[in-house]
């Protein structure tokens, strides 16, 4: 505490007392400022002279003063300072004094509280952005605070000296009179909106908030200015108005679209007599109907991609699944037909058994994980995995059978199943089957479902959809693999569909080649934590095929008892493999307790999810999680990422940081695309997600305009449409491939037909076409096609810059249900992963480490995969094979392609955050 100001009276000044209490400081007790202070009571001193607790003391006795008395400034329980008086005489304690003093005190401290209240609010009042006024009840402001003179530009005197509502506009003073009307009535506070005049004759929307204090006849009220909102808001209507014309213009289309699919099913009952007038009927049918659903869905896309209300992101969310639903009704129509027309040819590929499956389920398990399904598959150890077939046909089998099971299962589980009926030379036969916990199908009613056009419930108030060809297609495709399909099913307590292919097994490499182990999993003890009995099953077995030994919980309660008992007697699990939802204790609350108990610390924990949960990565490291998979899990992911994280040292090491975002913003080349197209509405679609990739488009309306543009000016790519007036595709294509066997050059050309039929890719290709694209047009297909055609090539005022791997983030949404945070999110963690993943491919490559090299290899496969981009998967796929092999020769060479290529999709990826 220090002296502030001091008085005196009389003529006589005590400078030497003054400049030292001036210069004093007093703690708490010290001296009669301190003292006062510490017990917060008056003090009385007879003698200043003779007092110990009193510095100042000499001072005081020189300057001829001895009594002395002090007194706290209270406010409340604070104390706000001291006041001291001091007396030549000495004089005994007068306690009516002190009292008195000690009022005068409070009184101060009273002032002074609302001295400081009233400065504090009068700096508020000046300081505050939004306009605060005081009014009168005869209609004029009394008081105002600067934000007006900076909103409206009139200042105080002008604004006090006028009614205040001449400021108000014509439209808005009879409510703003009622408003003011109800506040004199007693209401506590109300708001209301009007706009006001400003001194350049501009109007201000302003918010208000008011009440009123009657007795005083004064109203208290605070304005903010919203004018841009409400211009905002203007606009947003206007943009409304707009989008509802849209909407309307793609409902006719729709509308029209259903007319043709009408019109489909009558052509195709007369098409029936004859094969060949029925593919020729199936071409032009595939055209006609493709063509307009080609230009609804794209346009549906684009419209979802710009401002929208939720009412119209509504209106064209269900436009664009009534598209895709008939999108497949004609697929399954078009299917349908050519299986009876003995048109559909199955293919003969080498391809992995496990690989297909296992990606087959995941396409479905975001489905299965909304309905919180437990989506599994158990494919049997002895069932071979090198084969040779048609991998397209048997995953539209799965889809069709999996997601029909998904579609009438509301709670429980939907597990496929894959094991070996015989084996013969070069072939095996296999039996698939898909069960459910769903409604099942009454027994005279299981006799009609593979029927064409049939369905288990035919009400006009059926719950469930659908065409009823899926499962008479699936039984089509089935016979073709030499196989038949059939039913086991009890209403109420789920169904199991049955079917066999017979498929070819690889001549070489037909045994599967083991993933390298750079730490030996044999007799390694693992914990396996699910509430799924079935899961438990499948795991437990896959890990004793690796020579594991595993064990079960069906809890987390159960789980921390085994791993009690285990750490007592000295034999602890290494692994711990936990599902994230279970009942009670979930897998997050279990992997926290494991990491929480020092005798458990160093097992490795992997939680098992739905793709839903993956991006949760915060979560996954506040629980002492080590890595997460998502559900139905891939065998060959599961291994590797057992083998990965076991062979790591026991301290865990820090993740790599991600890139920086502003390299990740750089945009792609833009090109110059010449677009033959007739239809307006597909020359629009086309031309607006070209242009959004940065490309520059000149439309030609057909072939003989587009020879001509070719002729004028140079293009690096040409998507062409195959049917055109005057002169289609085909002819086009051949037209320019003769020109350029005298020039030498080489434009891309990429067909896009409406045409589905298996004998147009043959045509298109050998017209001189390099890709082929059906309508409607996918996309990530269609950027992934140019890609890949003008990589090697630079475009014209641009050369030796190439494009960056297209990343479409529409054909990315389905894969985690519409979710555009959780892609982002996704995304996020793929550029933070990257740069280490490439760091152990690295040191794997110059430590010559071929197992290490095949597990860093495979799991950067795994993450560039999710994002569907071909050339940095196929780079990393290379070195996984040359790991796989042993053979690291080429490896410094793969790796700069790889680095290469990571590079630019980091670039591309780094544009969906």
């Given amino acids: 505490m220090r002296c502030v100001e001091t008085w005196h009276s009389g003529g006589r000044r005590f400078e030497e007392f003054e400049t030292a209490s001036r210069g004093s400081t007093f703690p708490p007790g010290v001296g009669l400022p301190g ?174 908030t008011t009440t009123a204090v009657v007795g005083q006849r004064l109203m208290y009220a605070a304005a903010r200015d919203i004018t841009f909102r409400k211009q905002a808001e203007e606009e947003l209507r206007r943009y409304a108005r707009g989008m509802e014309s849209a909407k309307q213009e793609l409902e006719e289309n729709a509308a029209r679209l259903g007319q043709l699919v009408k019109e489909l099913e009558i052509a195709k009952r007369r098409a029936e007599g004859a094969t060949a007038a029925k593919a020729e009927f199936l071409a032009n049918m595939s055209h006609e109907i493709r063509t307009p659903l080609h230009a609804v869905i794209g346009m549906t896309e684009l419209a979802m991609e710009t401002r929208l209300t939720p009412e119209q992101r ?30 559909l040819d199955l293919d003969r590929i080498e391809f992995n058994l496990r690989d297909t499956i296992e990606d087959t389920l995941r396409v479905l398990a975001q489905r299965a994980h909304q309905k919180q399904l437990e989506l599994a598959c158990h494919v049997r150890p002895d069932v071979p995995d090198a084969l040779v077939g048609d991998p397209g046909r048997l995953r539209q089998v799965v889809i069709n059978l999996v997601g029909n099971a998904i579609k009438f299962t509301e709670q429980g589980e939907v597990v496929l199943g894959v094991e070996l009926e015989d084996r013969a030379d070069g072939d095996v036969r296999l039996r698939f089957s898909v069960a459910d916990t769903g409604i099942g199908i009454p027994p005279e009613k299981q006799g009609l479902i593979f029927e064409a056009f049939s369905q288990a419930d035919t009400s006009t108030t059926r719950k469930y959809g659908g065409s009823g060809l899926g499962l008479a297609i699936c039984c089509q495709l089935v016979e073709l693999m030499g196989g038949k399909i059939w039913l086991e099913s009890s209403v109420g307590k789920g169904s199991t569909f049955h079917f066999t292919a017979r498929l070819g097994l690889q001549k070489t490499g037909s ?44 809890s987390g309660a159960a789980a921390l008892r085994a791993l009690d008992r285990a750490a007592k007697t000295g034999r602890l699990f290494r692994l711990v493999l936990i599902d994230a939802l279970m009942p009670e204790m979930d897998g997050f609350t279990l992997a926290k307790r494991i990491s929480q108990d020092s005798r458990l610390a160093k097992a490795t924990v992997i939680m098992l999810t739905s793709a839903a949960q993956t991006a949760r990565r915060a979560r996954y490291r506040k629980s002492g999680i080590d890595a997460c998979l998502t559900k139905p899990v891939k065998q060959s992911d599961l291994l590797d990422t057992i083998v990965t994280y076991l062979s790591r040292p026991a301290t865990r090491r820090e993740r790599p940081r ?75 294509a051949a037209a320019i491939r003769k020109k350029e066997k005298t020039t030498g050059a080489h434009i891309p050309l990429v067909a896009m037909t409406a045409h589905a039929a298996k004998g147009d890719r043959a045509r298109c290709l050998a017209a001189g076409m390099d890709a082929y694209i ?44 519409g979710d555009r945070k959780l892609l982002r999110e996704l995304a996020e963690l793929f550029l933070e992963d990257a740069p280490g993943v490439l760091s152990r491919i690295k040191r794997a490559l110059s430590r010559r480490d071929a197992r290490e090299l095949t597990a860093a290899a495979h799991a950067l496969k795994g993450s560039v995969g999710m994002f569907s981009t071909k050339s940095a998967f196929e780079a990393a796929r290379a070195l996984e094979d040359m790991g796989k092999r042993g053979n690291l020769a080429e490896g410094k060479k793969a790796y700069e392609v790889l680095e290469r290529e990571m590079a630019q999709l980091v670039k591309a990826i780094g544009a969906l955050r």
């Fill in 314 to 343: 509504d209106y064209l969310r269900t436009i664009k699944d009534s598209a895709d639903s008939l999108l497949t009704l004609v697929n399954d129509i078009l299917d349908f037909s050519k299986i009876e027309a003995r048109k």
């Fill in 774 to 817: 059906s309508k409607p047009i996918q996309t990530q297909k269609l950027f992934e096609t140019i890609e890949s055609l003008t990589a090697a090539a630079p475009g014209p005022g641009e050369r030796g810059e190439a494009p960056l791997p297209v990343i479409d983030e529409a054909a990315l949404l389905p894969g985690v249900g």
């Fill in 511 to 554: 045994k599967k080649i083991a993933p390298t182990q750079p730490v030996n999993l044999r007799g390694l003890p693992v914990l396996i934590v699910d509430d799924s009995a079935t899961n438990r099953r499948i795991l437990e077995e896959t890990l004793r095929n690796w020579r594991m030994k595993p064990a079960t919980a069906e």
């Fill in 35 to 208: 003292r006062v202070w510490a017990t917060a009571e008056p003090a009385w001193i007879s003698d200043v002279a003779g007092d110990a607790n009193f510095p100042r003391g000499p001072i005081a006795a020189r300057e001829g003063l001895h009594g002395a008395i002090g007194f706290p400034i209270r406010h409340g329980q604070e104390i706000l300072g001291v006041m001291e008086f001091f007396s030549r005489e000495i004089r005994p304690p007068d306690e009516d004094l002190l009292l008195m003093l000690a009022s005068a005190g409070s009184q101060i401290g009273v002032f002074i509280g609302r001295r400081r209240a009233q400065e504090e609010l009068d700096c508020f009042f000046a300081l505050s952005l939004d306009l605060l006024c005081i009014a009168n009840f005869e209609g004029y402001f009394v008081r105002l605070n600067p934000a007006w003179e900076r909103v409206l530009g009139y200042s105080q005197e002008q604004l006090l000296s006028a009614p205040y509502i001449e400021f108000v506009h014509p439209e808005d003073r009879e409510a703003t009179i009622a408003e003011a009307a109800k506040l004199m009535t007693g209401i506590d506070t109300i708001s209301f909106e009007n706009r006001y005049r400003c001194k350049d004759g501009s109007y201000r929307w302003l918010l208000w």
């Fill in 658 to 732: 991600g890139v920086r975002r502003t390299a990740a913003r750089e945009k792609t080349r833009g090109l110059r695309i010449l677009l033959a197209e007739d239809i307006p509405a597909n020359q629009k679609l086309a031309t607006r997600l070209l242009e959004k990739r940065g490309h520059t488009v000149v439309v030609a309306a057909n072939g003989r305009e587009a020879l001509g543009a070719l002729a004028k000016h140079p293009f690096d790519l040409v998507l062409m449409d195959v049917q055109m007036p005057e002169m289609d595709g085909l002819t086009a």
